[in-house]
């Protein structure tokens, strides 16, 4: 396809090295690797991640392990993408014209990627992909399991798509370029194809998910609420965690496609709020990864904090071998949960603009989900084997019979 001389002028170094299908498919086979790390690692260390997404058991017969069965899909997946990035390297030999008119073969990689997860012929992962694809269609209505059926499964699933937002973005943006005359879908990326707030809507549509199934949790917890159950603000808390990403990602789109016609503020005015609402949701968020979904006492009294069970700032049962993993895991969420700083930083400011700087917050965005995960299993298994914690800092309603997230 031609995509024009004023497009493959345009086409910057990184993106005729890596175009963004490619950029795309090799974040979402990564979060295949991670998924299968996530499982070997928990269950090394005594944690049964199926278990507690109600995974039906295997026969031992026929036993692989999990992360076994998901490492050998995930290289199902990596060998053609590997071949196909080659051959796109061969033949466009980074010249924008080439890069630009060569746009089907990571089409077919993506339409290949689809294909893998959703055919059933292909035996690898079967009943991995079936539990994977039956509860993606539940969960991309916001719909939420009863916990006896998976209702943990389905929380995991819809946080991680959440961090894929972006990511789904620009699987948009790709898909909208490649069906849209007179445009290449690897040439520079457009991320305003198909109306302005198009892309915004679909990168919001995860926090919609999470939103809806927090409010199915309240209302559920209003209908059992027996003695100390409490009235469910838990739950309010954790939708108003997901509602404060609106904000964020509405003011990022006016900030892109700043018209002061249109606008009635300056570009100044608009950059502050936007930062206003993206620290807002980024320390709420820490709070919350900390002390709802890992259950660690960092933000509790002094004196909770300094309790004799447990290590400062953590709990007293715990799986991880050390301690220090713990405390690693809370630095590498704050930090990559405030890369929106390096906006502040005179030479840095321009870094999430850039194509490579975008591909690399996204990267690191599933690196820290990824990280998260692991305490998260940890934490369900925990409140699973010893009961939940005995506290709401935040509202002091919940109680030990809400099963919460």
Not at 134 to 140: D, P, Y
Request: charged share 20%.
């Amino acid at each position: 396809m031609d995509a024009g001389a004023d497009v493959r002028a345009e086409l910057d170094a990184f993106s005729r090295f890596l175009p963004l299908p490619y950029r795309v498919a090799i974040i979402l086979v990564a979060g295949v690797w991670a998924w299968g790390l996530n499982l070997q690692y928990l269950d090394v260390i005594g944690i049964d991640v199926p278990a507690l997404i109600k995974f039906p058991t295997r026969q031992p017969a026929s036993y692989v392990p999990y992360h076994a069965s998901t490492y050998r899909f995930a290289a199902f997946l990596t060998i053609p993408l590997a071949v196909s990035l080659l051959l796109f390297w061969m033949i466009t030999h980074g010249s924008s014209e080439a890069v630009a008119s060569w746009e089907i073969l990571p089409a077919l990689y993506l339409l290949l990627l689809v294909v893998c997860f959703v055919l059933p012929y292909i035996r690898l992962s079967r009943s991995g992909r079936y539990r994977f694809l039956s509860t993606l269609k539940r969960v991309s209505v916001g719909g939420l399991a009863e916990a006896q059926d998976g209702k943990f499964g389905d929380i995991l699933l819809s946080d991680v798509l959440t961090s894929y937002a972006k990511v789904l973005g620009d699987l948009t943006a790709c898909v909208c370029m490649l069906i849209s005359k007179g445009v290449s879908s690897t040439g520079m990326p457009n991320r305003g194809c198909g109306g302005s707030f198009m892309v915004p809507f679909i990168i919001s549509i995860p926090s919609i998910i999470r939103l809806r199934q927090c409010l199915t949790e309240f209302i559920r917890a209003r209908k059992q609420r027996q003695g100390l159950s409490g009235w469910g603000g838990q739950h309010l808390g954790n939708a108003l965690k997901y509602a404060s990403a609106f904000p964020v990602i509405a003011l990022s789109a006016l900030q892109r496609g700043y018209d002061p016609a249109k606008i009635n503020m300056s570009e100044a005015g608009l950059f502050r709020l936007w930062m206003f609402c993206v620290f807002l949701n980024s320390f709420y968020s820490f709070y919350w990864d900390v002390s709802k979904d890992w259950d660690l006492s960092l933000f509790l009294s002094s004196s909770k904090r300094k309790d004799p069970e447990h290590p400062y700032g953590l709990r007293k049962h715990r799986f991880f071998p050390s301690d220090k993993m713990y405390y690693a895991a809370i630095v590498v969420d704050f930090l990559l949960r405030c890369t929106w700083s390096f906006k502040l930083s005179p030479h840095l400011d321009h870094f999430n603009d850039l194509e490579g700087g975008i591909f690399t917050m996204e990267i690191l965005e599933v690196v820290r989900r990824w990280v998260w995960i692991f305490l998260r299993a940890e934490t369900e298994w925990v409140r699973t084997h010893f009961g939940p914690p005995p506290d709401d800092i935040l509202l002091g309603d919940f109680g030990n019979k809400i099963d919460e997230d």
